[in-house]
């Protein structure tokens, strides 16, 4: 039997230093919450039980929790505070029969990972410890607890800077916040630890001297990336994480060939897939469930949400939601596209072009300065310039349906519910009221009367009737050369 795992999530504290609404561990990074972030990690080392520690705001991160991770169980701290009394209710909670090694994370450190938490099992269950934590050398360690070594450089324990003295608040080396422990020995250690000390709190550190008193070994590993076990408390620091998050997400995707022109501006969540030979132009963010395939590039200035995009599709200085762009598609400059959006392969979305649950077919175009709403395109039509689908009678929606090979003129207006089935062309300008039949041409613009002389005669005085009055008296002079040189001749 392999050995077995439990993990231990903690995220009971308050969180004061956010001044959020907010709870601390339901904040966002990389399109998803920080607890999110330690969930899918604890989920990566194939635990038997995954526990989560909760008590402030209860009722928001326990949803949370089981939304993302419906396995999860929860745990309720009591008014006993401190990080060994949440473990210590979270052991209550382990199968009685479960006696192999329980990882504890926080809620608010997002960017452990997987190899370096295995790594640590490892080495814990390999040199048979009670308890192995990861640690860190920090040139300003202000605020954390520091790892207590002997001259040998044997660990005696951990204390809280609170509880610090002058020599100990000089040791750079610090608690990570990341444990594993055996669980009889925890269980032992915890049994006994009070909450004489500065903060009143039953410290989850003091199990350090306490496993050593009782004969057990422990241990802190060091680690070089210190962004493994930074912790969010306020806002700036949630931001640097953030930031920290994101390079790391860029660098694995320019890793696996992608193109990142500035990884600067570009942010892509957690979630988003991107095939090889994509290429992402500056001021691009990917969000959500993203995919796209090789061959595409995006941006620069671009904002894509649950967005599906298909190989070699180009979409630039656009913003869209849950919409999909087949293989070879286009999309912008400038253009809006929401929800429902699905644009055919080799089609084409302009400028200035707004969309919305609208199936535009295999190489149709919609290219500049138009409104498409509740919409179904066929293949290979055009819609002409500024038109737009007036899908809104105000009260309710309506579906425009547009065949295949149709050519609408500029500026129309299709009102909805209306059909233009295949092979049909509109006129400039036409209001589309009633449904076109296959391969005819509509129109409904009244033929063009030119009134002659009306702008002299009602716009007297204006810089239009000057301009006009010259027009008119150079037309004369014309004239009345031609006739001179038709008399000569
Ligand atoms: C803790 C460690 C400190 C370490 C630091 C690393 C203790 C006593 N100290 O300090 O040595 O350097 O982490 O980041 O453990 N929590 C509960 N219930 C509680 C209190 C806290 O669930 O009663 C949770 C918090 O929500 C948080 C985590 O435990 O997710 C850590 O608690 P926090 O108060 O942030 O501990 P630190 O003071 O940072
Ligand atoms: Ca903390």
Redesign the pocket.
């Known amino acids: 039997m392999t050995h077995q795992l439990a993990v231990v ?7 004061t230093r956010m001044r959020s609404a907010t709870p ?2 339901l904040h966002r990074i990389g399109g998803r919450s920080l607890i999110a972030h330690v969930l899918d990690t604890a989920a990566g080392l194939s635990p038997r039980t995954v526990i989560a ?4 705001e209860r009722e928001l991160v326990s949803q949370a929790i089981v939304d993302h991770a419906p396995h999860t169980v929860l745990v309720e ?1 009591d008014e ?7 473990v210590e209710l979270a052991l209550a909670a382990l199968p009685g029969d479960f006696d192999g090694s329980i990882v504890v994370l ?4 997002p960017l452990i990972d997987v190899p370096t938490l295995q790594r640590l099992v490892e080495g814990h269950t390999r040199e048979g410890r009670g308890m192995t934590l990861l640690s860190a050398m920090f040139d300003d360690p202000t ?4 790892i207590v070594r002997d001259a040998s450089g044997a660990m005696r324990g ?1 204390v ?2 609170k509880d610090a003295d002058e020599a100990q608040r000089r040791i750079a080396e ?5 444990y594993v422990f055996a669980r009889r020995a925890l269980e032992d250690a915890l049994a006994v630890i009070g909450t004489d000390n500065a ?1 009143g ?6 199990a350090a001297s306490r496993i050593l008193a009782a004969g057990g070994a422990v241990d802190a590993v060091a680690t070089d990336d210190t962004w493994l ?1 930074a ?1 969010v ?1 306020d806002r700036a620091q949630l931001a640097e994480v953030g930031r920290e998050l994101n390079r790391r997400i860029v660098l694995a995707h320019q890793r696996a060939g992608v193109t990142v022109q500035d990884p600067a501006t570009t942010w892509i969540d957690a979630d988003v897939s991107i095939e090889a030979d994509v290429e992402i132009l500056p001021g691009t963010f990917l969000h959500g469930a993203t995919s796209i395939a090789t061959g595409a590039v995006i941006g620069p200035d671009t904002t894509l949400v649950d967005c599906e995009v298909g190989s070699g599709a180009r979409i630039r200085r656009s913003e869209a939601t849950l919409a999909v762009f087949s293989a070879g598609a286009t999309v912008g400059p400038y253009s809006y596209i929401r929800p429902g959006t699905e644009l055919g392969e080799g089609g084409k979305i302009g400028a200035f072009v707004e969309t919305k649950n609208a199936k535009i077919g295999d190489g149709s175009k919609v290219p500049h300065l138009s409104y498409v709403g509740d919409a179904v395109i066929g293949t290979g039509s055009n819609v002409g310039a500024g038109t737009i689908v007036a899908n809104y009678d105000g009260v309710r929606k309506h579906q425009a349906v547009v065949g295949d090979g149709v050519r609408i003129g500029s500026k129309n207006v299709l009102v909805s519910p209306v059909t233009i089935e295949d092979g049909a062309y509109t006129a400039a300008g036409t209001v589309v009221r009633k449904n076109v039949p296959a391969g005819s041409l509509a129109m409904n613009v009244a033929p063009q009367r030119n009134i002659e002389g009306w702008v002299v005669a009602n716009r007297p005085g204006t810089d239009s009737a000057a301009a006009a009055q010259r027009g008119e008296d150079e037309r004369e002079q014309g004239s009345a050369e031609a006739r001179e040189e038709g008399d000569r001749g």
């Open positions: 999530i903690l995220a009971a504290g308050q969180g601390k561990v520690v909760v008590r402030h701290q006993v505070p401190g990080t060994g009394r949440a926080s809620g608010d450190v605020g954390l607890g520091r951990i809280e800077e610090i608690n990570g916040g990341v903060q709190e039953k410290y989850l550190t003091d076990i912790g408390n």
